[in-house]
């Protein structure tokens, strides 16, 4: 075959083709940029996501509150409990006001203490009153369930969250307070009449709607009722001791609060 022959050209020249294109893919970048490029630029997108995450958390989580409870009046001054609320745990319990002056300044620094954290431990208001401060304790009570009901109350209308959601369905039931009158009873002085408030079974106050009247008696009335009251509040029975001085009105006055205990099932 001549070398001139038009076959042998041919197949040289497709030879040559082929070897060209082998050689320009073997030149080829391993890697494609724009493949690279677009990998690198998902990295930072998805970093910046797991950023925003734990800040939506930590946002859920500040819930704190504070609610004062109503002032309790008792024979030797005014008790106020303030609460501190996180996630609806009482997490710190003041007493804003209590008695003052004289032995109501020792009373009360030996009591208050004592009470406020026993409000924090049993997270209610069932807590038992300190010896040798009677009156400062009952009146610390009753502000105290006055305060833990209005806690309940706000979380309630705050809804939501499932724990938020528990605590709607127990201030619901904790707010059905009712009023019982017990009969009345008659003493050589005069008639008295018990009225209880309860809720959830338990005595939140208590009031003589009658007692002794004229004379002496308004003074005696007067000087033992409100003893009566915080008493009956604070055994949460008719188990209350008789104000010296006056023997029948408080006789009279566990009477009647027995005959409404009775009718609210106590």
């Known amino acids: ?10 197949v040289l020249a497709g030879a040559a083709t082929v070897s060209g294109i082998v050689l320009l893919l073997s030149l ?8 690279a490029q677009a990998a690198g630029g998902a ?7 797991a950023q925003e995450s734990p800040q939506g958390g930590s946002g859920q989580q500040t819930g704190t509150q504070t609610v004062t409870g109503d002032v309790a009046k008792t024979q030797y001054g005014n008790v106020q409990v303030r609460l501190t609320l996180s996630g609806g745990k009482i997490t710190k319990a003041d007493a804003v006001q209590a008695p003052k002056g004289g032995l109501s300044d020792q009373k009360t620094a030996m009591s208050v203490p004592k009470l406020n954290q026993e409000a924090v431990a049993a997270q209610s208001a069932q807590i038992d ?9 009952g009146g610390y009570k009753q502000s105290l369930q006055s305060a833990i009901d209005k806690a309940k109350a706000a979380s309630g209308g705050a809804g939501g969250s499932g724990s938020g959601g528990g605590s709607g ?16 009873a008659k003493t050589q002085y005069g008639n008295v009449q018990v009225r209880l408030t309860l809720s959830d079974g338990k005595i939140t106050k208590a009031d003589a709607v009658q007692a002794p009247k004229g004379g ?32 029948y009105t408080s006789a009279g006055y566990k009477q009647s609060l027995q005959s409404a205990l009775d009718k609210a099932g106590g």
């Open 1 to 10: 075959m001549r070398k001139s022959h038009p076959l042998r050209r041919a």
């Open 216 to 247: 002496l008696s308004d003074q005696k009335t007067a000087m033992s009722v409100p003893k009566l009251n915080q008493e009956a509040v604070s055994a949460q029975s008719a188990n209350i001791d008789a104000v010296s001085g006056a023997t």
């Open 129 to 137: 009153a300190v010896s040798g401060a009677t009156y400062t304790s």
């Open 43 to 49: 990295a930072p997108q998805q970093t910046a996501a």
């Open 28 to 35: 080829k970048p391993a890697s494609d940029p724009s493949s």
């Open 169 to 184: 369905s127990s201030s619901g039931s904790s707010a059905q307070a009712r009023t019982v009158t017990g009969d009345v």
